[in-house]
C-alpha cells in the first residue's frame, strides 16, 4: 500500500510541473458547473496555488480510489471465509444454500448425456420394481456388531455394485490401514504394497474395534480408487443430486439423514430427463480432491448410493468408451427382469473396463470378431460358481487378484471372500508348474474357455514347456480331435518331473490348510406365510471357513490356484445359502 502512495505521490507531483491545463477537479467545480448565479467572476488564483490545489486533489482521488479497492479486498476475504467455513459443514447444508465450496453444485448434464446414460443402464423397457431397487438401495455399514465391517443390501439386483466396493473397503481395513499424513497418489497398485508384510497375518479380531470414523474412510478410499481405476488413474466423476432447497432444510425437523430421506421420497427417476432434473456430476483430478467430494456426499450414499456409485463410473470411464469396452453396446447393463447388475458392471469396477467376459485377454473368433476379457492385473478378484458348471472360465487376473479377497458370483447373488492372511496365496512347487502349463494351455484355447485345445496347440504347448510324454500316452490324447485340459493335467501328474511332469513321490506336494472368511451382505425380509416380520429374516452374515486341500490334485478336488486359493473354482463347498439370496 505504500508503494502505491509513494506512485500517487509522484504522478501528483509530476502533473504539478507540467506547463498544461490541469485536469478537472473532483473535489470542488466552477461556478458555472455548480449552478451558483453571480456577477462578479472568480479571482484568478496564482501558478503555485493552483497546482497544490491540483496536487491535493489528485492525491484526494488516489486515496479514495485506495479505499475502494480495500473494500473490494474485504469484502472477497469475509466470502472466501464465509465459504471455508461452510466446508466443514455437511454436504445437506452446502447443496442447499449454494454457499462455500466452488463447484459445489457441479455440473448439469446435457439431456442428450442423461438420456444415453438412462438408456444404458437400464434400457427402454425397464420395470418400476427394477427402479425402485436401484433408487432405494444406499452404501452403509451394517448396524449388526458382528458383520459391521460389511455393506448391507436391503434391494435385490445392485449387489454386484455392492460387492465390488465391499471387496476395496476389505483391502483397505485388512492390508492398507492409512498413515497419517500421507498424500496419496492417483495410482495406488504399488501402494499397497508397502502397507504390511507378505506374511504377517492380521489378528481375527481387527473387526471388533473399528471405529465409525475408519470404516467411513475405509470406504471413501475405495470408492476413490475405483473411479479413478474407471478413469485411467487421471480422473474421477462424482454424481451427486441437486434437489435439496434451502428452505426446506431450514423448516426440516430431524437429522440430516432423516431430511435426505425425506427429500429422496419425492425424487423419481424413471427417465432421461427425470436424471437430467437431479443428476449433478463433479469432476476430480487429484485423489484427495474425490476422497473429500465422497465425504461430503456419504450422507446422500447412505441412502441412493448403489446408483449414483454406478452412474459416477460410467461417467468416469466415459459413456463412448464403456460401449467400447462391450461385446454387445445394446444390451442394458442392468439386467431383465431382476435388475442384476451385469457382468461388465462389475468388471469395470475391478478392473477399470467394461468387458463381458471373465477370461484373459481377447478372444479370436474369426473372421476379424473378438470378444474381450479382463488384460490387467486387478487389486481384487472375481470367482464363480458358473465355472464348476462349465458356463465359464475365469483368468488368472481375477483369480490372483495382489490381495487374497474375490467377489464370489453366484446364479443370483454376488457375495465376497477373503483371508486375512496373505500366505494363502503363496505358490508352492505344484501350483507353480501348473500356473506355467495352463498359461500356454489357454493360449492354444480357442474354444471360448471350453478347456480344450487342437491336437496342434497340443503339441506347441508340449514343446513349449519341455513335457516328454511317452509314446502311446501322447497318442491317446490326441486320438480323438481335441485334447481336453483334464486328462492332459492327469497325464502330467502321472509324469516324473525330469520328464516335464509333477509326480510326487511323498504324495504331499500341493497340501494346504487356511482359513477363509465369507461375507453376505443381504439383508431381506422374507415372507412367512404372508406376512412379513419387522427385523429381516435374513441379516448380513460374515462365515469362517477352515479349508484343507489334499496332497493329490486330480480334477474333481483340484479347486486352488496361483496366488488366488481357488484353482479350477469349484465352490461347491460353499452352502448355496452362504451364496445366493432369494430373487
Known sequence: MADQEEEDLKMALKLSMQHQESPEPKRSKSREESGIEGDAPPPEESPDVKNRRTQRELMAAAAEKRMAAIKSVESVKDVESRGLEDEGKSERVSLAKGAGKSGTCGVELSELEASQLFLMIFGERVSKDVLAQWSNQGIRFSADPETSMGLVQHEGGPCGVLAAIQAFVLKYLLFCPEESNSVLPNNLSNLALTRVSKNESVGA????????????????????????????????????????????????????????????????????????????????????????????????????????????????????????????????????????????IVNLLLSGSAVANVFDGNMDLGGGMFVKGISTTVEVGFLTLLESLNFCKVGQYLKCPRWPIWVVGSESHYTVLFALDTKVQDENELERRETQVRRAFDAQDQSGGGGFISVEGFHQVVNEMNINLPREKAE???????????????????????????????????????ELYHFNGIAKSIANGGSRSENPVQRPRLTKLRVSVPPRWTPRNSWLTRKSALWTTRLDWLSPSLLNMPR
Do not use: Y
Open 205 to 344: 479380531d481387527i473387526f471388533l474395534s473399528l471405529s465409525e470414523e475408519k470404516k467411513s474412510r475405509a470406504l471413501v478410499r475405495s470408492m476413490s480408487e475405483i473411479l479413478f481405476l474407471c478413469g485411467s488413474n487421471e480422473t474421477a466423476a462424482v454424481a451427486s443430486l441437486n434437489i435439496l432447497d434451502g428452505n426446506f432444510v431450514e423448516s426440516a425437523n430431524g437429522s440430516e439423514d432423516e431430511v435426505i430421506a425425506k427429500v429422496l421420497e419425492g425424487v423419481s427417476v424413471e427417465s432421461g430427463s427425470d436424471l437430467q432434473k437431479v443428476l449433478r456430476v463433479h469432476t476430480c483430478t487429484s485423489r484427495s480432491s474425490s476422497i473429500q467430494k465422497l465425504e461430503d456426499l456419504l450422507p446422500i450414499f447412505g441412502r441412493i448410493g448403489a446408483l449414483l456409485f454406478l452412474i459416477s463410473a460410467l461417467l468416469s470411464r466415459r459413456l463412448d468408451t464403456v460401449q467400447e469396452d462391450r461385446d454387445d453396446p445394446t444390451q442394458p447393463l442392468v439386467t431383465a427382469p431382476f435388475g442384476h447388475a451385469s457382468q461388465e
Open 476 to 514: 491317446h490324447l490326441c486320438s480323438s480331435e481335441f485334447i481336453v485340459w483334464s486328462e492332459f493335467w492327469q497325464a502330467l501328474l502321472d509324469l516324473d518331473k525330469s520328464l516335464g511332469g509333477v509326480k510326487d513321490s511323498t504324495g504331499l506336494m500341493g497340501k494346504k490348510v487356511f
